[in-house]
């Protein structure tokens, strides 16, 4: 049988990062194929290029033994491509079937008018291959967000697509909602479709896939079939590399303070009953997926986002943080992972970033700004944090990935935080900044501050941290020391999903401790 | 190796950052510059130094507005009730002096302070019940329009009981000292109150808040900035403002006309426009808002000169503005 889709060593760069190296990947017809690795992996960039979002730099793709040049996502279309982004991009105030068919909708009247009938007749009949129940005429935005997945599908299907991406198609959905996924997806397998399906959870891999191929860095490791392989090969393929850095020194804390102490943090669905400690110089690493609701426990501690329930303890006092400025006044920062929505004011100068969280302190008659003042703290910290900027003057969006995040830093060294959360601190840096960013993280905990490190990069979580939390779902799955912590122990806490979870935490949690 | 890309990388930040600044109050300022030369050429009445102050004496009520305007258009905000704003002002001016017949300091305040009060209202709406600027303050708009025709009963509010009313804006206190430059009254407020503005925007920490809000409002807040506090700020700052107007037109006209002011809000947001403050916030300079205010005036001034039909000049006004967006855009996109 030929394959749907042949890949063979493509390779893809972006502006200082190898995203692809010599990938390959193939799909044969009525198989649904996994893609599996860490956040990084080029699992997407692969289907993007093969989407074609991307251009690819080298290497073949060959589409039923026919090589071809994937110019646009139109050209994929054209051939039969598909791909469903894990953001869904529905109109809402569009109905199901005008979403399906923009930009194709049937014409009556010599083309004058669109033909609403023909539209609804033409989705019904997709939804009925898919034995699918939903009205055409509904109103996407008022769908759960499985149907509207199911409608996204329905518009793939309505180009007559012989190959489909899922890009983390189950991020949003519970477990009926997937039940009801799988079954679509195995009337489309029979149909003859191949599906090209990533994601972490390696209980729905299981269930749904034939054969599983595994990235990492940019790189194909394998490819297994799902049904004689077991998870912790699949695992140990996905983390394989060796870890070449040195492990930091873990200090004893047991008599240093508790400076801060969550107790039962709820939040809707993203944060469920998640409590923990924080001692006064220690580094605790929170590990997980995308998505396992690390950055909204930040955020919630912070003030950001309202909490439904749970306890805040700072410095042994129960406190309410209603908004960030209350977490600031109790001496809290958070560094944002998204530094350039959420932590900088791109447009405005290095110096008055850094001053934006204590611009108080900097002004005369509690008005006038001190340029001077401003301007030699702001000199001091690009000094001390070795921040590469041709002067304090410079609009901060000119600046690299690793310089902006050291002048996220630098604002709240210079408000004096006691706490600090840190949300994948080396996220789009390259590897030299990074190394610099993880000697000041030590720096800080030696001088007595409090961190907490978000990060998806489990070697980066094992080097720096002193404790490990790990989430999956917005639970706490597990809390491990780092001293003797693997890859594999972080990652079976990650992935470990209600349905999974009976027995397996809590023996974990005494081994680890042990 | 890394240091030579690093000194291009410099050099070509530096120049980056040179034009970004520059260019745009350079070439408002030319267009001004160009305007003028053109209408001198055609008509040697353009010249005349009548001509001259009585264009800046048409300024002098948009300018302020547009400053007013600049404000609030930094934080990325927009304000549609200017000009039914200082049509208030003026009436309010008008029930303090000529019907309760109070000292003119006493209505002078009363009207920066009821511009103030207005603004805060509208900014409260903004950023506390996070009802969108455009609508917040359209509604504003028709409310204040309103509520001038009912306090003045429909009818002009002349100040014959204030006699040294219209000094406020016809005098000249340049004239009494400089007699060869009779720049009136209003025209140095304008400048007054722009050069304090230019000074709020770019020393204080009012100022400073003003362009952060604009720049990326969320990274602000998560500071641990109040930003509700320091946006009602900025159109409470902006509505007083307004006041000031609202004075300058009253008195040019010794009257308050309660049907006056709609439309100036559109005149003072081109203003802004063409001054190269940018709608999406975070930028934008008094300087450049004066130039724009100054071209509209020159451009309406020119044409009449000229002789060109009425509706001929606001066709020109709308191409202008047009062209003036279309440079900004084309000046980011390199």
Not at chain 1, 143 to 153: D, N, P, S
Not at chain 1, 347 to 375: E, H, K, T, W, Y
Not at chain 2, 181 to 206: C, E, H, K, M
Request: net charge neutral.
């Amino acid at each position: 049988m030929t394959p749907l889709v042949t890949i063979t060593d493509l390779d893809k760069s972006f502006p200082g990062v190898k995203a692809l190296k010599k990938a390959r990947f193939d799909l044969f017809p009525g198989e649904v194929h996994a893609l599996m690795g860490e956040n990084g992996a080029g699992k997407s960039t692969l289907m993007k290029v093969l989407a074609g979002i991307y251009r690819k730099d080298a290497g073949e793709i060959c589409i039923e033994g026919v090589p071809v040049d994937i110019a646009s996502p139109r050209a994929a279309q054209d051939l039969g491509i598909s791909i469903i982004h894990q953001e869904l991009n529905l109109m809402n105030d569009l109905t199901a079937a005008q979403n399906i068919f923009i930009g194709r909708e049937p014409k009556q009247a010599m083309g004058l008018l669109l033909d609403e009938d023909a539209l609804n007749r033409n989705a019904a009949s997709i939804f009925e291959r898919m034995h699918l129940k939903l009205d055409p005429r509904a109103e996407v935005g008022g769908l759960t967000v499985a149907k509207q997945q199911m409608v996204e599908i329905a518009r793939a299907l309505s180009f007559r697509s012989k190959v489909l991406i899922m890009d983390e198609p189950t991020a949003a959905l519970n477990n009926a909602e997937i039940a009801e996924l799988f079954s679509i997806i195995r009337k489309l397998k029979d149909d003859g479709v191949g599906i090209v399906y990533i994601s972490h959870k390696m209980d729905e891999l299981k269930e749904i896939s034939d054969r599983v191929t595994v990235m990492r860095d940019g790189e194909y490791v394998g490819t297994v079939p799902t049904a004689s392989t077991s998870v912790d090969t699949i695992i140990s393929m996905m983390v394989g590399r060796s870890l070449t850095e040195t492990k930091t020194e873990i200090p004893d804390l047991s008599r240093h303070d508790v400076v801060l102490e969550v107790r039962n943090l709820q939040r809707g669905n993203a944060i469920k009953d998640v409590s923990f400690k924080l001692r006064k110089g220690e580094i605790l690493g929170f590990a997980g997926l995308m998505g396992a609701g690390r950055t909204e426990v930040a955020r919630a501690i912070f003030g950001a986002d309202p909490l439904d329930d749970g306890e805040i303890i700072v410095r042994g006092e129960p406190v309410t943080i209603r908004s960030p400025r209350d977490a600031v006044r109790l001496g809290i920062g958070y560094l944002s992972e998204d530094r350039k929505r959420f932590g900088l004011a791109t447009g405005m100068d290095v110096a008055a970033n850094i001053v934006m969280p204590c611009l108080n302190r900097f002004l005369s008659m509690r008005m006038f700004l001190q340029a001077r003042a401003i301007r030699e703290t702001a000199r001091s910290y690009i000094a001390r944090l070795r921040i590469k900027t041709p002067s304090d003057a410079q609009e901060v969006r000119f600046l690299s990935g690793g310089n902006q995040q050291k002048i996220v830093i630098a604002k709240w060294l210079a408000r004096d935080c006691e706490i600090l959360f840190f949300d994948e601190p080396t996220r789009g840096i390259d590897v030299g900044a990074k190394n610099e960013i993880y000697k000041l993280l030590n720096a800080l905990a030696e001088q007595g501050r409090a961190i907490v490190m978000i990060s998806s990069e489990l070697p980066e979580i094992l080097r720096m941290s002193h404790r490990i939390a790990v989430m999956c779902e917005g639970r706490l799955t597990g809390e491990l020391q780092a001293e003797g912590a693997t890859q594999e122990d972080i990652m079976r806490l990650a992935t470990q999903r209600r349905s999974l979870t009976a027995d397996a935490p809590g023996a974990k949690m005494e081994g680890a401790t042990a | 190796m890394t240091t030579i890309v690093e000194k291009e990388n410099r050099s070509v930040i530096r120049s980056a950052v040179l034009s970004q600044g520059t260019w745009q109050k350079i070439l408002a300022f030319a267009s001004l510059i160009a305007l003028m030369v053109v209408f001198s050429v055609a008509s040697e009445n353009f010249l005349q130094p009548d001509n001259l102050i009585g264009i800046l004496q048409a300024t002098a009520v948009n300018g302020v507005l547009a400053v007013a305007a600049t404000f609030v258009i930094i934080t990325g905000g927009i304000d549609l009730s200017v000009g039914t704003l200082m049509t208030f002002c003026a009436v309010i001016a008008g029930v303090f002096l000529t019907y309760w017949g109070m000292p003119m300091p006493v209505g002078i305040l009363a009207a920066i302070v009821a511009g103030a009060l207005c603004g805060s209202v509208s900014g409260t709406l903004i950023a506390k019940m996070k009802i969108p600027p455009f609508i917040a303050t359209l509604g504003m708009m028709m409310l204040l329009k309103g509520l001038a025709l009912v306090i003045s009963g429909t009818r002009p509010i002349y100040f014959n009981d204030t006699p040294n009313f219209p000094m406020i804006s016809q005098d000249s206190l340049i004239g009494a000292v400089l007699p060869f430059l009779p720049i009136p009254n209003g025209v140095l407020i304008l400048f007054i109150v722009a050069i304090v503005s230019s000074l709020v925007l770019t020393r204080t920490a009012f100022g400073r808040y003003t362009f952060a809000l604009g720049s990326n409002e969320e990274a602000v807040r998560l500071s641990g900035v109040n930003t509700d506090f320091w946006k009602i700020m900025v159109y409470t700052v902006s509505g007083g403002i307004c006041g000031i107007a609202g004075l300058i037109i009253a008195s040019r006209l010794n009257s308050a006309q309660p049907a006056l002011g709609q439309g100036y809000e559109l005149d003072a947001i081109a203003a802004v426009v063409i001054g190269g403050t940018s709608l999406s916030g975070g930028r934008g300079t008094i300087l450049g808002t004066i130039i724009g205010a100054l071209i509209i005036s020159v451009l309406t001034n020119g044409l009449r000169i000229l002789s060109v039909a009425q509706e001929w000049q606001t066709v020109v006004t709308g191409i202008i503005i047009i062209l003036a967006v279309y440079a900004d855009i084309l000046r980011r996109r390199t």
